[in-house]
């Protein structure tokens, strides 16, 4: 067991105005979006505004998305109660899931205004989104959220307010698997031009995966819990579909190029004839 470290959710202060962790870890993700999509960004024939323009329709899908996202799928019954719950974001909750949605709408709305298909511009928003998951998750660490079920491995520690028993630190581990090791693998097979899709789904794939796996070491939502036979949690629910559609879109894309490798093939026939 280790001892879970003492960090103060609060940046800082500026007088009344408290600064939390959490909140600039959007600021990281956001940021590292922006510097890396720029590197790439003649990929798509865009330009540094046009990817500023990008990151800001992100913003925006990942707030709104995130916050209905959490409200109907963790917070139904605080939404229907108080329905101006909705707009205090001071108070937390949001929704990975929920954020998604979000992004995939302003991806949508972006490739449309620059003329381009939805999967080319998907494919290259998927490697820049893993650093701001990781960040988001260490803000989710140092505000002692995401707590683990009891574990007795040498690296559990005991989350404050929970008692003294340790417990797996979940948040850590989908900082390494959603944050780190996604990234490494997303950004190195997109250096290359790859199956128009591809990209994509081992995206959806690959993170579904390593959440539905930290999901049997993570405690489920205490007002939620367990939906099904003592281990099934909301968590798993709504990734599953993401797994699903992840090997789908794969699947997809192999094909969707073989075809395509055919009728080159084909037509080049054709012309030799």
Same mark, same amino acid.
């Given at each position: 067991?280790?001892?879970?470290?003492?960090?103060?959710?609060?940046?800082?202060? =500026?007088?009344?105005? *408290? +600064?939390?962790?959490?909140?600039?870890?959007? @600021?990281?993700?956001?940021?590292? #979006?922006?510097? /890396? $999509?720029?590197?790439?960004?003649?990929?798509?024939?865009?330009?540094?505004?046009?990817?500023?323009?990008?990151?800001?329709?992100?913003?925006?899908?990942?707030?709104?998305?995130?916050?209905?996202?959490?409200?109907?799928?963790?917070?139904?019954?605080?939404?229907?109660?108080?329905?101006?719950?909705?707009?205090?974001?001071?108070?937390?909750?949001?929704?990975?899931?929920?954020?998604?949605?979000?992004?995939?709408?302003?991806?949508?709305?972006?490739?449309?205004?620059?003329? =381009?298909?939805?999967? *080319? +511009?998907?494919?290259?928003?998927?490697?820049? @989104?893993?650093?701001?998951?990781? #960040?988001?998750? /260490? $803000?989710?660490?140092?505000?002692?959220?995401?707590?683990?079920?009891?574990?007795?491995?040498?690296?559990?520690?005991?989350?404050?307010?929970?008692?003294?028993?340790?417990?797996?630190?979940?948040?850590?581990?989908?900082?390494?698997?959603?944050?780190?090791?996604?990234?490494?693998?997303?950004?190195?097979?997109?250096?290359?031009?790859?199956?128009?899709?591809?990209?994509?789904?081992?995206?959806?794939?690959?993170?579904?995966?390593?959440?539905?796996?930290?999901?049997?070491?993570?405690?489920?939502?205490?007002?939620?819990?367990?939906?099904?036979?003592?281990?099934?949690?909301?968590?798993?629910?709504?990734? /599953?579909?993401?797994?699903?559609?992840?090997?789908?879109?794969?699947?997809?894309?192999?094909?969707k190029a073989k075809e395509e490798t055919e009728r080159a093939g084909l037509a080049k026939s054709r012309s030799g004839a």
């Amino acid at each position: 067991m280790i001892p879970y470290p003492q960090i103060n959710p609060v940046a800082f202060s =500026l007088g009344p105005i *408290q +600064l939390h962790w959490y909140g600039l870890m959007y @600021v990281v993700g956001l940021t590292a #979006a922006w510097w /890396l $999509g720029r590197r790439r960004a003649q990929r798509l024939g865009l330009n540094h505004d046009d990817i500023g323009d990008l990151i800001f329709y992100g913003a925006l899908g990942v707030i709104i998305g995130g916050r209905l996202g959490y409200a109907l799928f963790y917070g139904l019954n605080q939404l229907l109660a108080n329905p101006l719950w909705l707009f205090k974001l001071w108070e937390g909750g949001m929704s990975f899931h929920g954020g998604l949605a979000g992004v995939l709408v302003a991806a949508w709305l972006f490739a449309r205004r620059h003329c =381009l298909t939805f999967f *080319q +511009l998907t494919d290259f928003i998927a490697p820049l @989104v893993p650093i701001g998951l990781g #960040a988001g998750r /260490l $803000g989710n660490f140092i505000n002692h959220e995401l707590p683990g079920r009891v574990s007795e491995l040498p690296w559990a520690m005991p989350f404050p307010h929970m008692g003294p028993e340790p417990r797996h630190p979940s948040a850590l581990y989908e900082f390494a698997l959603e944050g780190v090791v996604l990234f490494v693998v997303l950004w190195w097979l997109s250096s290359q031009p790859r199956r128009r899709g591809m990209v994509s789904g081992l995206f959806l794939l690959l993170y579904g995966l390593f959440r539905f796996a930290v999901e049997f070491v993570r405690l489920p939502d205490e007002h939620i819990g367990f939906l099904a036979f003592g281990w099934v949690t909301m968590g798993m629910v709504l990734t /599953l579909p993401m797994i699903l559609s992840g090997a789908a879109l794969v699947i997809w894309s192999r094909r969707k190029a073989k075809e395509e490798t055919e009728r080159a093939g084909l037509a080049k026939s054709r012309s030799g004839a």
